[in-house]
Nanobody, 130 residues
Framework: QVRLLESGGASVEAGGSLRLSCSISGDTDTTYSMGWVRQVPGQERKGVAAIDGDGSISYTSSVNDRFIIYKDNDKNILYLQMNSLKPEDTGMYYC????????????????????????WGQGTQVTVSS
């Protein structure tokens, strides 16, 4: 299994940028598919961006062309570069991983869930003010 620790969340004004980081420790030899999930109080978690075990990348449509997900395999860190931030990007951002070669995109983007077993960080808060 892996342990995930997010950082980089902050309060920013609309139009600003942030880079979230997710440090990965534990069993880093296994190939994991990973992603970032956003949760707003009172709402379901929703997938934001994912990177499959083979490196394939996907995004929810609302962040296309603004967010970039990438992974530094040497440092075992997953990143989410967030540009042109909007108030609707506000939420708690969780880093998540599952030991499968690909993310089930309908479930990930529709319900913010991964297959089992899955691993989650504690979250980092992003607040975007207008």
């Amino acid at each position: 299994q892996v342990r995930l620790l997010e950082s980089g969340g902050a309060s920013v004004e609309a139009g600003g940028s942030l880079r979230l980081s997710c440090s990965i420790s534990g069993d880093t030899d296994t190939t994991y598919s990973m992603g970032w999930v956003r949760q707003v109080p009172g709402q379901e978690r929703k997938g934001v961006a994912a990177i499959d075990g083979d490196g394939s990348i996907s995004y929810t449509s609302s962040v296309n062309d603004r967010f970039i997900i990438y992974k530094d395999n040497d440092k075992n860190i997953l990143y989410l570069q967030m540009n042109s931030l909007k108030p609707e990007d506000t939420g708690m951002y969780y880093c998540a991983a599952e030991a499968k070669s690909y993310v089930d995109r309908p479930n990930f983007y529709g319900r913010g869930v991964l297959g089992e077993p899955s691993y989650w960080g504690q979250g980092t808060q992003v607040t975007v003010s207008s």
